[in-house]
């Protein structure tokens, strides 16, 4: 599953590494544990904008995200 990531690199989960993605977004790779809010804290500096990840990622159930699943960041 990819998730598009509007703006800037791919990192992977627990890094701050980035590489860009298709479209120019960036992709968090979801590692176990991983939460929304977490991520959102990760890449915006507070966990506050969470559903502007899980709107960027239509079919993606933010309870059940599968590990390995790559979420777009806007």
């Known amino acids: 599953t990819t998730l598009v990531i509007p703006g800037g690199g791919a990192v992977a989960s627990g890094s701050s590494r980035g590489s860009?993605?298709?479209?120019?977004?960036?992709?968090?790779?979801?590692a176990?544990?991983?939460t929304l809010s977490e991520i959102?804290?990760?890449y915006y500096g507070t966990a506050t904008r969470w559903q502007e990840?899980?709107?960027?990622n239509p079919g993606?159930?933010?309870?059940?995200?599968?590990?390995?699943?790559?979420l777009?960041?806007?």
Do not use: C, K, L, Y
């Not at 860009?20 to 979801?30: D, I």
């Not at 993606?60 to 790559?70: H, K, Q, T």
């Open 53 to 56: 990840i899980a709107s960027a």
């Open 40 to 42: 959102s804290q990760q």
């Open 20 to 30: 860009s993605a298709t479209g120019g977004g960036r992709v968090h790779v979801v």
């Open 32 to 34: 176990a544990g991983d």
């Open 72 to 74: 777009v960041i806007p």
């Open 60 to 70: 993606v159930d933010p309870n059940r995200m599968s590990v390995g699943a790559e």
